[in-house]
Structures are given as structure tokens and as C-alpha cells.
């Protein structure tokens, strides 16, 4: 049904175009302004006219980001530690000490 509506506006467009171009041409470029007013108003973004024109969803974009954060949580939670070697880790907590000292120090100086 919709979209004999549709083809019956197009058609009744077609024929007053015909007849006068410029105000057939006026009554659309009306029509689409007034469809992208409410389209704007309706859209959550607090961009508007600019969101609506963009074409992106803010839902769409926050579902994207919600994703990427849940598989980083699941490759923390599933890295095993008992994977690493000892002698690493021990290397990389005396680096990460030295360099606490150092930073100490350097606040001790002032």
C-alpha cells in the first residue's frame, strides 16, 4: 500500500511538473527540508541535522565500542600467566623497581 502511494505522488508529481517545473521543484525541495526537520528532531545525537545527514547511529557506534571493550576484558581474563617464564617476570619487576628508586630519588632532589 505504501508504495502505491508512492508511485500515485510520483506520477502526480511527473504531471504538475509538466505544467509548472518551478513550483513542482519548490513543493519537493519543501517537502524534503520539512522530512529532514522531523528526522533531525527525532534522532537521539545532539548534532541534529548534521547526525541525521552523517548517516551514522549513535546506538550503532556504542554497541561497536561495548564489543571491542567486552574482547578485551575476554583476553585479559583468558591469558594464562603461568605461561610466562619466571625469569622474565622477575627481570621486569626489578626494571619496573629500578626505576621506581629512580623516580623517588628525582623527587627527593627538589
Given at each position: 500500500?505504501?508504495?502505491?502511494?508512492?508511485i500515485a505522488l510520483i506520477i502526480g508529481?511527473?504531471?504538475?511538473?509538466q505544467q509548472n517545473p518551478l513550483y513542482t521543484i519548490i513543493i519537493l525541495v519543501l517537502f524534503l527540508g520539512v522530512y529532514i526537520f522531523f528526522k533531525s528532531r527525532s534522532s537521539r545525537g545532539n548534532n541534529g541535522i548534521l547526525n541525521f545527514l552523517?548517516?551514522?547511529?549513535?546506538q550503532q557506534e556504542n554497541k561497536i565500542d561495548d564489543l571491542i571493550t567486552?574482547?578485551?576484558?575476554?583476553?585479559?581474563?583468558t591469558s594464562n600467566p603461568q605461561n610466562h617464564?619466571?625469569?622474565?617476570?622477575?627481570e621486569h619487576?626489578?626494571?619496573?623497581?629500578k626505576i621506581k628508586q629512580?623516580?623517588?630519588?628525582?623527587?627527593?632532589e627538589d
Amino acid at each position: 500500500m505504501k508504495g502505491l502511494c508512492y508511485i500515485a505522488l510520483i506520477i502526480g508529481f511527473f504531471m504538475f511538473y509538466q505544467q509548472n517545473p518551478l513550483y513542482t521543484i519548490i513543493i519537493l525541495v519543501l517537502f524534503l527540508g520539512v522530512y529532514i526537520f522531523f528526522k533531525s528532531r527525532s534522532s537521539r545525537g545532539n548534532n541534529g541535522i548534521l547526525n541525521f545527514l552523517s548517516g551514522k547511529n549513535p546506538q550503532q557506534e556504542n554497541k561497536i565500542d561495548d564489543l571491542i571493550t567486552l574482547m578485551m576484558l575476554q583476553q585479559l581474563l583468558t591469558s594464562n600467566p603461568q605461561n610466562h617464564d619466571t625469569r622474565n617476570n622477575t627481570e621486569h619487576k626489578d626494571k619496573i623497581e629500578k626505576i621506581k628508586q629512580e623516580v623517588l630519588n628525582l623527587l627527593e632532589e627538589d
